[in-house]
């Protein structure tokens, strides 16, 4: 390999990197997934268990994909990668309920919503059927890490104005070593039920998405003037 | 010319169906593999999780034996069969828990009943519901001690018309922003304990007489 592709392929990683965690992030930036971000960010800890049982399987469905994507025709390629998505997502639902059934109590309900997520085949259209192996392993992990970067903040911003705790049962997920992360933020609280509801994700999200507008358009704007100024020179 | 006979019967439908029934095939192989390789640990977690609930309900003073080995199904007053969990002690049954379901505010509650040979309640617990976090779920051991309050109850204590929450004229306290949940784990209960009541004789008939030797140990 000559250092040229070499380069060429660091600043692709790199690309796939950022794209996946913050310019075109899963939820903020395609607003894919937005059902089981509702649904399940009552707490920090729920949000990063959904998030790491989806990076798992969206990290397994792309490579999967990657694999077979010369031998998948365009006209069926849906279907295929349906299955393979959905055996993917029961297998894992077995396999925790089997081997992990603390884990499975906890996060049960959300593993079978993981198939009709639509960041998982959106990820195998969009990216992994045109790609490499190893981009595309690295595109579903970076999809998954960002999507769960989103969850925990909401999870959290939610919990701890809904509820005044942080990471409440995270010992549950994590095993009972991470039990120092469950923090009463506001002893004696009262609650305020609106956050924990449906409604309270949707403007917790709202915030969420005007804040990374804002925070692009700013960046947006230095570049503009930087290169302004660059002219002027 | 061969990559173009290839990409032709790429295009074909043969090779399109080949392709979906390939994969399902291999899906639906992963799956049965899976399916039974898993099936007896998931089992047995949920039996391991079945008996919490039950030691739960039903106190280990109370019962020498595995209480999920011996169980009988009895049909309750709608005509549902219920699967009924024994507790022995020296040949005797000298206590009971079945699983009643209430309506709560969202859906049904599941709650595991502990009654005693004599129709005193041993304990309740919350198995799943889907109530309003934060309001209903006051039920659930874990958030309140609410449920406790009908520990060592029966049927004619508190008499039948006061087995009810405040707000219906009852004895059980409702919570402030939710009276149907708990409105629903009290009838669930009083119909358990009718239940219990109208079929007394089956729920404690000894089951020696259904196996033959030491009744202990009925591990059928």
Not at chain 2, 150 to 177: C, H, I, M, T, Y
């Amino acid at each position: 390999m000559t250092t040229a592709t070499d380069k060429k392929a660091g600043i692709q990683w790199g690309r796939i990197t950022r794209d996946g965690l913050w310019s075109n992030n899963v939820v903020l930036s395609q607003s894919l997934a937005l059902c089981p971000t509702l649904a399940v960010t009552g707490t920090a800890t729920n949000g990063l268990g959904m998030g790491l049982a989806t990076t798992a399987v969206l990290l397994v469905s792309n490579v999967l994909i990657s694999l077979i994507r010369d031998l998948v025709t365009p006209e069926v390629r849906i279907p295929v990668y349906i299955v393979v998505i959905a055996t993917l997502v029961t297998l894992v639902d077995l396999g925790l309920n089997a081997y992990a059934h603390e884990l499975h109590k906890v996060l049960g309900l959300f593993i079978a919503l993981i198939v009709v997520n639509c960041a998982i085949l959106g990820r195998a259209e969009a990216f992994a059927s045109k790609n490499p192996v190893s981009s595309a392993a690295l595109d579903g992990l970076m999809m998954g890490l960002g999507f769960t970067a989103i969850l925990v903040v909401l999870g959290g911003v939610r919990e701890i104005v809904g509820s005044g705790t942080l990471f409440a049962g995270a010992s549950l997920l994590l095993g009972q070593a991470m039990s120092f992360l469950e923090l009463t933020l506001i002893p004696d609280y009262r609650g305020f039920l609106l956050a924990i509801l449906p409604p309270g994700g949707f403007l917790a999200l709202g915030f969420l998405l005007a804040g990374k507008r804002v925070i692009d358009a700013r960046a947006a704007e230095a570049k503009r003037r930087e290169s302004l100024a660059l002219k002027t020179a | 010319m061969s990559t173009l006979a290839w990409s032709n019967f790429r295009q074909g439908i043969g090779y399109q169906g080949l392709l979906l029934g390939g994969t399902v095939a291999l899906a639906a192989t992963l799956l049965v593999v899976a399916d039974r390789a898993t099936r007896e640990p998931i089992a047995q977690r949920q039996a391991e999780d079945m008996n919490a609930s039950l030691e739960q309900v039903i106190p280990s003073a109370l019962h020498e034996n595995d209480l999920l080995a011996n169980t009988l199904t009895l049909n309750d007053a709608s005509g549902t069969p219920t699967l009924v969990y024994r507790a022995l002690a020296e040949g005797q049954v000298t206590a009971v828990a079945f699983q009643v379901t209430g309506n709560g505010y969202a859906g049904e509650i599941a709650v595991i009943l502990g009654v005693a040979a004599d129709g005193k309640v041993l304990g309740a617990r919350v198995l799943s519901h889907k109530e309003t976090p934060g309001l209903g779920d006051k039920i659930e051991i874990a958030k309140d001690d609410w449920i406790l309050a009908f520990d060592g109850l029966s049927l004619g204590n508190p008499p039948a018309e006061r087995w009810g929450v405040k707000k219906d004229g009852g004895d059980f306290d409702q919570f402030s922003g939710a009276t149907i949940t708990p409105r629903g784990v009290v009838r669930a209960l009083k119909g358990g304990l009718e239940f219990f009541a109208a079929h007394r004789d089956e729920f404690i008939a000894p089951p020696a007489l259904q196996t033959s030797g030491t009744p202990l140990t009925t591990d059928n």
